[in-house]
């Protein structure tokens, strides 16, 4: 299978198993099901989930030992997107072309049904430690907990509200980069490679890939929003209408973050040498970050 | 120990392990801890851990093997008192004569803080079960969560929330009140007899005794709120103030409201027969709620 195909491969996997995940057949709350499916099922390019099945295939794992893992983080990133978009928070009516959550279902459904996928996640991943394994998929989970909550994701969420209106300076962007986005990117790697048995020196070299992949996947998004912007507006860059908020090209200029974003994606493919030709798909997703136009 | 000195000293092991649960010390989001321990260290009688606590003592168990659990339910507990108060949900502005998490750190922190509470609860049981006896914390944890989640508690308040504006059949309320209140009155007791080691005799025993006190509470609750409410507008019984929601009050009128709250709580305590002496706490903790006055 080329990259497409085994990218499609994965994100079959991963939609069959959430569209199985939410068992609620209460007849008075059909709704909370229809909710949390909503989100859960709108498609995307499925990024997480995916890391985690790629690196299973490194250690030669069959996928389904880290199935329930990968769809654990998927949930908890879509229970972020959900509570991001709610107007006290981003007061986004859409997202991927359909309308957001509360704009479905009512604000106070949207707040339960992001509620409920992020508890899910855990029944998800609890649930699965009593089919085998349970120790490594205990420590997976703390590794995920830990990303996904005060002192990762979620304390990125928190940094990015207090930089609304105001210049954040370097040092601060790239905290809040690091646990907003990146923290969600290197869980499910490290957990998958937990999972599969990865010695330190592995682990380390993955948890550095996934780090570098989600730094470029940040400068990127700053980057395609910048192009997006001047296209949408017909304006050059240098234009200051995006500098309200700080980003990687507010704070570097256009040229040194394309030159940052190659770098970086060189970096972390590197991280990869000691895994061999198994490892030509990590090498691929990372190198569509920098090439990808959306 | 008299019970209420018992009470005060289980407040207080639960106490000092919440004031030490949240961790950040990340200089760039020191408001997402602050508005973390508002909630969670804003008092009340803490039923739900003490419940935790008093349970252990019935298996001659050292309270640290619980306090852990304790503390991550009485975590969860707070998170859903801060999400339901919200301007899309209940919209209050106080909580026992405070003003509410979002009246003092903003809708955004609110909904963020609430988040990293429930995350947290999962973080502290992870960390715990590593500490020993793995197995059985990690079925301790399979159950919270299938409580707290959408077939429990959040279930509940989706049911609670589309009877809004309507009244609800005597069958609809009882599912609510079972999620929404009772699930989470149930969790500590069983999760506490899960990691003490109850057989599955104790256990059911124990999940009844839970059961009864959750329903207790529910209609204690109801005739307080109409009795407050009485005496604040000058009013008799059978005022159909209130009546625009559904309640046991309104649903069987005062006098079976009360009855069923007597036989409820008897019918509870015999539950637990089997227990002897150590079982006098959680009597006297099921006894309080008929005479309970807030």
């Known amino acids: 299978m080329n990259f497409k195909e ?5 994100i079959e996997i991963i939609e069959n198993s959430l569209a199985n995940s939410v068992t609620i057949d209460n007849q008075y709350y059909t709704i909370l099901k229809e909710a949390m499916l909503y989100s859960l099922m709108a498609g995307g390019k499925r990024l997480r989930p995916t ?32 509570h991001d978009d709610l107007p006290a928070m981003d007061n ?22 992001g509620d409920a996928l992020l508890n899910l996640a855990y029944e998800t991943m609890i649930k699965d430690a009593f089919a085998g394994n349970t120790i490594k998929k205990l420590r997976a989970m703390e590794v995920i907990a830990q ?11 928190v940094i990015d509200l207090s930089c609304e209106g105001r210049k954040a300076d370097s040092e ?9 986005t990146g923290a ?10 937990i999972i ?18 989600g730094l470029a996947f940040q400068i990127k998004d700053d980057i395609l929003d910048v192009e997006g912007s001047m296209e949408e507006m017909g304006k050059k860059p240098g234009s200051d209408s995006l500098s309200d908020k700080s980003t990687y090209v507010t704070l570097y200029g256009m040229e040194k973050s394309k030159q940052m974003l190659e770098e970086v994606t060189k ?15 990590l090498r691929e997703l990372a190198a569509s970050m920098v090439t990808r136009k959306q």
Do not use: W
């Open 267 to 281: 970096e972390g493919i590197a991280f990869l040498d000691q895994f061999g030709k198994s490892a030509d798909f």
């Open 51 to 82: 890391l985690a099945l790629a690196t299973a295939e490194l250690f030669e794992k069959e996928l389904r030992e880290v199935v329930a893992f990968a769809c654990a983080i998927e949930m908890i990133h879509t229970y972020s997107l959900i």
């Open 147 to 157: 990303y996904a909550g005060s002192l990762g994701m979620i304390g990125g969420q």
């Open 184 to 193: 969600l990117i290197k869980a499910p790697v490290e957990s998958a490679a």
């Open 196 to 213: 599969c048995e990865a010695d330190e020196n592995q682990l380390t070299a993955l948890s550095n890939y996934a780090a570098n992949l």
């Open 6 to 10: 085994k990218q499609a491969f994965y």
């Open 172 to 180: 601060q962007l790239k905290t809040m980069h690091k646990l907003k």
């Open 92 to 113: 986004d009516d859409f997202r991927r072309g359909k309308p957001t959550n509360h704009k479905m279902f009512g604000e106070a459904i949207a707040i339960l049904a």
